[in-house]
């Protein structure tokens, strides 16, 4: 059986399954576009994700919502990677925020943001106001739900679910 994917407006993929020959990046991006749900079953599969989404995407904030260890940091250090942020990538649950320097797909500055433990207020005393008024930076918030009163409508929502020991589930609203 032969299935002909066509995907955006100048990618096509071809994809045999009666010989079991699927290409995971193809799928993924097949998924991005039209299934909005995808499931991971590698932290290399989900960093791999998180590269295409951002090469495709440019939002100027993410949102990442899942329970703990649903995926939310693993897909924020596939990003950071994907943008040429110096690591270690650490979820930033004590910090609050962290700030990472990167020159690609148009962001100079990706700020993480963990709002686990805060609310509006205390994101405002942040600087949140500054954050927003940057148009070269990419706020990427885990637990958006404690700030929800403050993001605008926009944001590039990305829920996430843990399916199982080693896969995880993101769907893109």
Same mark, same amino acid.
């Not at 040429?84 to 100079?108: H, L, N, Q, R, W």
């Not at 949140?128 to 008024?133: E, F, G, R, S, V």
């Not at 929800?148 to 020991?165: G, H, M, N, R, T």
């Given at each position: 059986?032969?299935?002909?994917?066509? +995907? =955006?407006? #100048?990618?096509? #993929?071809?994809?045999?399954?009666?010989?079991?020959? +699927?290409? #995971?990046? =193809?799928?993924?991006?097949?998924? $991005? #576009?039209?299934?909005?749900?995808?499931?991971?079953? /590698?932290?290399?599969?989900? =960093? /791999?994700?998180?590269?295409?989404?951002?090469?495709? &995407?440019?939002?100027?904030?993410?949102?990442?919502?899942?329970?703990?260890?649903?995926?939310?940091?693993?897909?924020?250090?596939?990003? $950071?990677?994907?943008?040429?942020?110096?690591? !270690?990538?650490?979820? !930033?649950?004590? /910090?609050?925020?962290?700030?990472?320097? +990167?020159?690609?797909?148009?962001?100079?500055?990706?700020? =993480?943001?963990?709002?686990?433990?805060?609310?509006?207020?205390?994101?405002?005393?942040?600087?949140?106001?500054?954050?927003? &008024? &940057?148009?070269?930076?990419?706020?990427?918030?885990?637990?958006?739900?404690?700030?929800?009163?403050?993001? !605008?409508?926009?944001?590039?929502?990305?829920?996430?679910?843990?399916?199982?020991?080693?896969?995880?589930?993101?769907?893109? $609203?």
């Amino acid at each position: 059986m032969f299935l002909s994917i066509f +995907v =955006h407006s #100048f990618y096509f #993929f071809c994809i045999y399954y009666d010989n079991y020959i +699927v290409d #995971f990046v =193809h799928i993924l991006l097949y998924a $991005l #576009f039209y299934m909005k749900k995808v499931i991971t079953r /590698t932290i290399e599969e989900t =960093h /791999t994700l998180a590269k295409k989404y951002i090469s495709h &995407n440019t939002p100027s904030i993410i949102t990442l919502q899942g329970d703990l260890g649903s995926g939310k940091t693993t897909f924020t250090q596939g990003v $950071l990677r994907a943008c040429g942020a110096k690591g !270690p990538y650490t979820s !930033p649950t004590f /910090t609050i925020m962290k700030e990472y320097d +990167v020159d690609m797909y148009g962001y100079e500055r990706i700020y =993480h943001i963990d709002a686990y433990r805060i609310g509006k207020d205390d994101m405002i005393e942040l600087g949140w106001n500054d954050l927003m &008024n &940057n148009s070269r930076a990419c706020l990427i918030i885990e637990w958006p739900e404690n700030i929800a009163d403050i993001l !605008p409508k926009d944001v590039q929502k990305i829920l996430c679910a843990w399916v199982s020991e080693t896969e995880r589930e993101y769907t893109f $609203l």
